[in-house]
């Protein structure tokens, strides 16, 4: 690592993340989610108005998340809530085509904004209500397309079952902070299918939890002449 690099770490305060997106998206309820309040909002509450900023940590690092509400689109306030973003994630409603395609916007008014700025953040695409797949209104070709035309890390999950989101942020800040994203145990071998991209993952293994040790044809035939009356077959 050079000086230089030495000193940016020392100086970064904390990771920024903007979570942009139609209301009723789900932004606040991924926040939940990531920041372990078990990813539900108060209904009273009425939506977000303007943004929401909470703390939250991963690793060593300082994390602020910024909940921006639907409504700011064409809000003059929008360039504020972006300030000094380091992350911006466009989530939308897997059900709900409409924000899905009011995304087109969303991607133009933030690009215009950071277009003058010097830092770029990192942009993702999220794909809320994956656990609504049966009622899926937008098609992956389309989401696929949107991801790939507009550079995204592309990430599909639900902020109501938690899966996918904790990957998804710490993937990002992981990218953001230049440093290798640990795996997730089986949570996260699970979830590598919902990971939406352009290449074809290779499927994991089937495994039998109680065929998991590989033994050898000797160790093997010992096993068979001692349960003679159970047939092994290796495949």
Same mark, same amino acid.
């Given at each position: 690592m050079s000086d230089t690099e030495e000193e940016d770490e020392s100086i970064r305060k904390f990771v920024k993340i903007t979570l942009v997106g139609e209301p009723a998206s789900g932004k606040s309820c991924l926040c939940s989610r990531y920041r372990g309040d078990g990813g539900v909002v108060g209904a009273a509450a009425g939506g977000t108005q &303007?943004?929401?900023?909470?703390?939250? %940590?991963? &690793? &060593?690092?300082? #994390?602020? #998340?910024c909940d921006v509400a639907g409504a700011a689109l064409h809000s003059d306030m929008l360039?504020?809530?972006?300030?000094?973003?380091? @992350?911006? @994630?466009f989530v939308y409603d #897997?059900?709900? #085509? %409409?924000?899905f395609e009011k995304l087109t916007d969303w991607i133009k008014a933030v690009k215009d904004i950071f277009d003058v700025e010097a830092k770029k953040p990192l942009m993702a695409l999220f794909g809320n209500k994956s656990d609504l797949?049966? %009622?899926r209104a937008v098609r992956l070709s389309c989401v696929q397309k949107f991801a790939s035309e507009h550079l995204l890390e592309n990430?599909? &999950?639900s902020a109501r079952t938690g899966e996918m989101v904790n990957t998804a942020f710490t993937n990002l800040i992981a990218r953001v902070l230049g440093k290798k994203a640990p795996l997730e145990g089986a949570a996260y071998k699970k979830? %590598?299918?919902?990971?939406?991209?352009d290449q074809i993952s290779t499927p994991p293994l089937m495994q039998d939890s109680e065929n998991s040790l590989i033994m050898s044809r000797k160790v093997l035939r010992k096993v068979q002449r001692k349960a003679s009356s159970s047939v092994c077959r290796i495949q």
């Open positions: &303007g943004a929401e900023v909470s703390a939250a %940590q991963w &690793g &060593g690092a300082a #994390l602020r #998340l360039r504020n809530y972006l300030y000094d973003s380091d @992350i911006v @994630i #897997l059900t709900n #085509l %409409q924000s797949e049966h %009622q990430f599909k &999950g979830n %590598q299918d919902n990971l939406v991209s």
